[in-house]
């Protein structure tokens, strides 16, 4: 059981970063981290917004795993006293 911890922690650790990563790089209305690496030069070209897409839906994959994460991890705590 510890070992399943173990590995839950690291991918709570991981998927916090990589979701505040994301997060960060969306588009705004004031612009943002995502016009630092050309989001603001795409948007104004009219692109079709494909990139936006995918990073909306690798952001939500990713936010998923971190909420089955933090659930795990507390029902482990949770049932590890008894």
Do not use: C, P, Y
Request: proline fraction near 0%; glycine fraction near 14%; avoid cysteine.
């Amino acid at each position: 059981m510890q070992i399943l911890e173990f590995v839950l922690q690291v991918v709570l650790g991981l998927t916090s970063l990589l979701l505040t990563l994301l997060i960060l790089l969306h588009k705004g209305r004031g612009g943002g981290l995502s016009d630092m690496f050309g989001g603001g030069m795409t948007s104004a070209l009219g692109s079709s917004g494909l990139a936006e897409r995918n990073l909306n839906r690798f952001t939500i994959v990713l936010a998923l795993v971190w909420f089955v994460a933090i659930v795990a991890l507390g029902l482990i705590t949770k049932f590890q006293g008894l």
